[in-house]
């Protein structure tokens, strides 16, 4: 079993970064939670219009009703989260949690094959088919191996220690059939 590609990366946070990314992207999380802030605030912007309508017929004060408050309350809420759903802030966070779920930065080597993907982490060696991949991204210096929507295995670009950036891209189109999505920093 021949090497083709050599890579040495280290799940460092520029990588965790990456790796957020380029999920996110293929989760539209952020999309979706803006969506769901935007639904509720035109939700709770309708109650309060029908409501204050229905007191301003019966003679009633509108400032004065506890449902009104509430409403007002929760449509300020969800346009905010709206607002907050893709900041930089909520980006870092995820970065953050992620960091935690991994665990200490580690040191993976990587070497590819013909016939398969050898990884080696703190000793242990483990073995991927090119078919079990689901999508290739280049991200902010990492290419970013997706074997499912938010779960990849990185490669630093800098850390290719056998062989060409061009040649390794264009071997792993031919192997998985996938073409390479940029994702420009």
């Known amino acids: 079993m021949e090497t083709k590609f050599s890579f040495q990366t280290r799940n460092d946070r520029a990588a965790l970064r990456a790796l957020c990314r380029a999920a996110d992207k293929n989760l539209r999380l952020t999309r979706n939670r803006q ?3 935007v639904g509720f605030a035109v939700v709770f912007s309708l109650l309060l219009v029908l409501r204050g309508l229905r007191l301003a017929q019966a003679g009633r004060s509108v400032l004065g009703d506890a449902i009104q408050v509430a409403c ?3 449509v300020v ?3 905010l989260r709206w607002q907050r759903a893709g900041s930089e802030q909520a980006f870092e966070a995820r970065v953050e949690v992620t960091a935690k779920e991994v665990g200490r930065e580690a040191e993976v080597c990587v070497d590819f094959s013909d016939e398969e993907i050898h990884f080696v982490e703190d000793g242990t060696d483990e073995y991927l088919r090119y078919a079990a991949l689901t ?3 280049d991200c902010e210096g990492y290419y ?3 074997i499912a929507p938010a ?4 490669l630093s670009k800098r850390g290719l220690t056998g062989g060409d950036a061009g040649e390794f891209e264009r071997f792993m189109q031919k192997k998985t059939g996938l073409t390479w ?3 420009d920093a």
């Open 135 to 137: 999508q290739l991204v």
């Open 35 to 37: 969506r769901l802030c």
């Open 72 to 74: 007002l309350f929760f």
């Open 77 to 79: 809420f969800s346009l």
């Open 181 to 183: 999505e940029r994702l």
């Open 151 to 154: 779960e990849a295995y990185l």
């Open 144 to 146: 970013l191996l997706f």
